[in-house]
């Protein structure tokens, strides 16, 4: 079993109407739900409203991948909740950022850049390319995805060069995105995807809950370490 | 001074009005023009009418930057001017696709792909983002680049994960393509660059033309070796 | 069931006294044992003996993932063979070259490089270091893997920065090589594995066994294509 | 001229005989003045002594290329210090970190990796690889630069996969080592770089010197921008 956790911090569902009405339970529960249709995923959440955020050290422990969707309230998240994740991922654990988790600081901890982006808060019609099939994370995904509304995001994007560039953002305003890139920071894969903004129905789309089930395979530990340490070997060469 | 030649196979300006119009000595003698403005480049031409195309070793020798326009004719350059090419890059040269070249037989021997793309003839409006400004290839690029029309390129795009992508096209139809986009093959750079379809004045653009002058110095030869070796070497451990 | 075809030129199995007796039916036998062992594995091999080098269109239809072994005869593998191999890796083939594959004419049309490399025919100590332990490839490898002996490969060698980097050859005589590495060409994905001198026991060590099964699995198709194709696309874009 | 900062923690040159002995001034001044030998660079420099470790927003503004040395006191460099240097990279600043900075403060941050490595204190004699001469870094390198003494460093090293993968250092003791590494971090360049334990006379060495100045020059800002933005943009779509 997979065992995944979604965080969110769960803000603009208690104060936008919009968001609310889509997501009366929190995006959260929405990702959750269509992640526990799989047999082999079991899915817990967290939110900023818990104690520590509910990423305490045992709950990463027992988490595999770790998904994070943040906005308004980014700087409300402890840095030590952030470099626990950040270690976590180091040790192994996968990690999901989805839209504007972009500027979150685990995301910014793990890249190492400054996360940045243009956008638009739009009602922009978004074509979502997928650069190729030949991908874990791609399979049984259309050539490419529509979505009626989505916020723009534009390049330049502050991200490393991404170790695949999986999926590509077309918006009817006029901008691209590099909107589905993988990372790996010590033993942890790292997924980050563009599209899911509060106010859209984007997580009930069938296609883009079909990249994060693949996502959440894709990112599970290969190697899990307890920690990343720095060993002083003995002389090792055959004399 | 940076020896560039200008291959182009010459083929639409003779066959099809606009092109003819547009390009009345061909694309290679439009782009040789913009290139000539630069005090450190001297340019040379080729096309499909001289001899072994024009070229041959001796031109490939003087030759620190080869650009390549090629679309009708792929099929009419022999494969050993393919290969001399090809190995001229491994040995340092630097090396130049421009657009429909992403199927040239040069292009897709050095990158060991099939080069496929999904493509419209079209009449659409093209803004090319420049992914990032800290390249020397994007120095004194504008955030985007607008042209009134060009063809459709679309991905997936049949190319290994570049090294470097500087640029993605955004078309008004609908589509997206990584349009700029560097490689490199044992010692040479290659850059590939999307803009350029026959029957528009792309070549004429200044931005586009600052680009292409640009990458010239950017593959230009760091190091050239006389060819690419099997070294029996000896035994080299202190003892 | 995943479809190995194992590749040999089985050449020094013929011609050297030595060879002969390590790998008495050929070291495609040898591969084919220890990777037979394996439940969700079934093998099939060929060599330059059979027609058409035993690489029909046929027999690549049938393939998962081809182990290519070859070294004095690599000039007797016709163009259009190794052209086969290419295309049938852009189609999603899996391709694992073994040690003097780095000069056989499919890795090199895959490449794109010379696959140029300098070495010296010795007995030097091998320690084969595993450069991270988080890949489907290194599961369950030592840190290194010691080989008694080994033909010493070494740097520069001609290959495009790789996509992984997953060992690093030590050899006694005092040099170093890229001895693991991953790469991806259109839907297909390649492993690079330097170990493996006719003249030494290299593929019974159960590490090298372990490495070479964990890479079958790993290069396993996860998108075939029919072939690869360059569609034109009907205008798409929503008006 | 590049303006160049070359930072050392400066602890070992105090505290220990044979430091002391080989670097009275300090590993930053032998350095400087190697640096100050070529007529494009000018050399500042800063030790944990100075107020805010000499490394003030002042300092940052007028600084091309900041080099770090560091290994006793990582602790010490204060977090805001670690996150100037970080921003000054990601608005373009280059950064070359040598030897043990690789578990410094602004080189993990920059990376997002715990920066770890396997060592042993030894008086291991060293050869480094060069892996291409096709670079900056290498020009006028030798193919290996041979070191009699340096403390062995082996993988796994915990960085990013690099951009490019410039250097291997082999250890007599029998580990191996990505001794040259480059990364891109938002505008920034960096350069890791292995060799320069305190106790041994590497920074005396002419090829060692060659690689840093090459390496001061490559990583010198191509773009510098003020700060690393997150603009809203208005609709730009043609209508």
Request: proline share 5%.
């Amino acid at each position: 079993m997979i065992r995944v956790t979604v965080w969110n911090e769960f803000v603009h569902e208690k104060s936008n109407a919009k968001c609310k009405e889509l997501y009366p339970f929190g995006m959260h529960k929405a990702i959750a739900d269509f992640l526990s249709e799989e047999e082999d995923i079991v899915v817990h959440t967290a939110t900023l409203d818990d104690e520590e955020c509910g990423i305490t050290e045992e709950v990463l422990k027992n988490t595999d991948v770790l998904i994070w969707w943040g906005h308004a309230a980014h700087h409300k998240v402890p840095d030590e909740v952030a470099v626990r994740v950040r270690d976590a991922v180091h040790n192994g654990m996968g990690f999901i950022a989805l839209h504007s988790a972009h500027n979150s600081k685990p995301f910014k901890m793990l890249l190492g850049t400054a996360g940045n982006l243009s956008w638009r808060e739009s009602k922009d019609f978004e074509r979502l390319w997928t650069i190729t099939h030949a991908h874990p994370i791609t399979a049984d995904v259309p050539d490419y995805i529509e979505l009626e509304m989505e916020e723009t995001y534009a390049e330049p994007f502050g991200i490393p060069e991404p170790d695949e560039l999986l999926f590509i953002g077309w918006y009817s305003g006029g901008e691209v995105f590099r909107s589905g890139c993988t990372f790996k920071r010590n033993n942890g894969k790292i997924f980050y995807f563009q599209p899911g903004h509060e106010t859209f129905p984007t997580y009930y789309n069938e296609h883009i809950q079909k990249v994060i089930k693949n996502a959440v395979r894709y990112v599970t530990p290969v190697y899990r370490s307890e920690k990343i340490e720095f060993p002083n070997i003995p002389k090792t060469n055959k004399e």
